[in-house]
């Protein structure tokens, strides 16, 4: 009996043994598929070469969007929005501000460095905040320089020291660790303000961080007033009229009031700055759990190899990979997409011919002595109004990430401008103005600027003697 006792729990010890084993292997074969993926490069690694070499599928993808293609309403050819089929009047919309220079269509990622050290909106005085979203040297770059990276001259020095450092146009390092390939997010001002709201990076799920690595960039933002820190105006919410709140309390307190003053009507301006993931994070792709990478970067079979598209492009370039998951019948759902960023382009360029008008108003209710009340109120209206435009029109699908969001927006930026008309044209008339004369000089002056053919100097038709410069004294 002693003798079977001890076969018995020999034969008990040793199932153990092997179950245990087992475990173990298991739970390191499953920690070697799905842990970190060890590169061999440095966690400080910003350039892109030495991906390319363990990537080369990914890196051709990445280059691929050197040759990215227009869409039916949008596009990265590097076309400028106040081409005749474009947004005509926006020399006019921001007549004051730098992008009444040069208001290109954005190119593809590997075009980041090269568009912004050619753009005709970068001077000497551009701040070195203008690189944020721009380079993979950037966090070393603020690590060098601290506080002082965000003001210091763009092209004198930010500049000059990234190229020292072998940076990249937003490349791998932008989105992940270079040693072990897990998404990060590396944007400071992004890193700031998120956990500002209390959303833990860190500890974020795969899920979120394929939304979040493009957020950091696709976004809303403004240089603060007191260090010209890029950061971005998410303390109310996500929303434009929570990002306009935003704007007239909080960056008020932080020393920011505005992006510039209107040439025409002299109102103080906001200026929007693709707010992609504000207007898709409201949508209901967003609630039905469908991600930024999902649309923008799906999967794909490479030499071989199931990847990821770093193209990242436009989901109907390549309609089968990007919503043939979730959408069978794809013929109907392209002409679907066609009819919501149509409708959205009819309504955008109707509201902007709106706006236009009401500047002109406003420059007039200044020149002819309408009280001060009468014209802050106007011009109130105005930042108010072309805010909510702009948040759509700034924003790169035309209106398809949210076209219910969209059409809100619409419908408040128009309420603004009948408000501003309700206030000026009375104010006009008591001054004995002749409302149709005006109308009359309006249309030639927009004739005037749509004229133009060299779109840098449409903004020299935009004042006349009509309608002078409100541009503040210097």
Not at 25 to 43: D, R, V, Y
Not at 187 to 207: C, N, V, W, Y
Request: proline share 5%; with cysteine.
């Amino acid at each position: 009996m002693k003798k079977k006792h001890l076969f018995i729990i020999a034969g008990v010890i040793g199932i153990i043994l092997a179950v245990g084993v087992s475990v173990y292997f298991l739970m390191n074969q499953k920690e070697e598929i799905a842990g970190p993926k060890l590169t061999g490069l440095s966690q400080d690694e910003i350039r892109i070469e030495p991906f390319m070499k363990l990537f080369p599928n990914q890196y051709e993808g990445y280059l691929s969007s050197e040759a990215m293609a227009n869409t039916e309403f949008s596009g990265s050819e590097p076309k400028s929005k106040f081409a005749a089929d474009m947004e005509p009047l926006l020399p006019i919309l921001f007549s004051g501000s730098a992008f009444s220079t040069q208001y290109l269509e954005d190119r593809g990622h590997v075009y980041a460095l090269k568009d912004l050290d050619e753009s005709l909106r970068v001077t000497d005085k551009s701040p070195g905040a203008c690189l944020q979203c721009k380079s993979t040297a950037v966090p070393p770059l603020v690590s060098k320089y601290g506080e002082k990276f965000w003001t210091a001259s763009l092209r004198q020095e930010i500049f000059p020291a990234g190229e020292e450092m072998h940076q990249g146009a937003v490349g791998c390092s932008t989105c992940h660790k270079p040693n072990t390939m897990e998404l990060t997010v590396t944007r400071p001002g992004f890193i700031e303000k998120m956990t500002e709201i209390g959303i833990d990076l860190e500890h974020a799920s795969q899920k979120d961080m394929k939304n979040y690595v493009c957020a950091q960039c696709h976004v809303e933002y403004y240089f603060r007033g007191d260090n010209g820190e890029v950061t971005h105006p998410w303390n109310s919410g996500f929303k434009a009229v929570e990002g306009f709140i935003y704007y007239s309390s909080r960056a008020r307190q932080n020393g920011f009031e505005k992006d510039y003053v209107s040439n025409v009507s002299g109102a103080p301006m906001l200026k929007a700055q693709h707010p992609d993931y504000e207007m898709y994070s409201k949508s209901a792709h967003a609630k039905s759990g469908v991600t930024c990478a999902d649309c923008h970067m799906p999967k794909m079979t490479k030499n071989g190899k199931k990847i990821s598209s770093h193209q990242m492009t436009s989901p109907l370039h390549d309609m089968q990979g990007a919503c043939g998951k979730c959408h069978k019948d794809l013929d109907k759902k392209k002409a679907q997409v066609s009819s919501i960023q149509g409708e959205f382009k009819t309504e955008l360029l109707d509201v902007e011919a709106q706006l236009a008008k009401a500047h002109y108003y406003v420059n007039r209710m200044i020149t002819t002595g309408c009280t001060p009340e009468e014209i802050k109120e106007a011009q109130t209206q105005i930042r108010f109004g072309q805010w909510f435009m702009d948040f759509n029109a700034a924003e790169n699908s035309t209106g398809f990430h949210n076209p219910e969001g969209a059409k809100d927006n619409f419908r408040i930026a128009k309420n603004a401008i009948k408000e501003c008309m309700s206030i000026a044209e009375p104010a006009l008339i008591a001054k004995d103005v002749d409302l149709k004369l005006l109308d009359s000089q309006i249309e030639q002056t927009i004739a005037n600027v749509l004229n133009e053919p060299d779109h840098t100097k449409k903004k020299l038709f935009v004042n006349n003697e009509w309608f002078p410069s409100q541009a503040p004294a210097k």
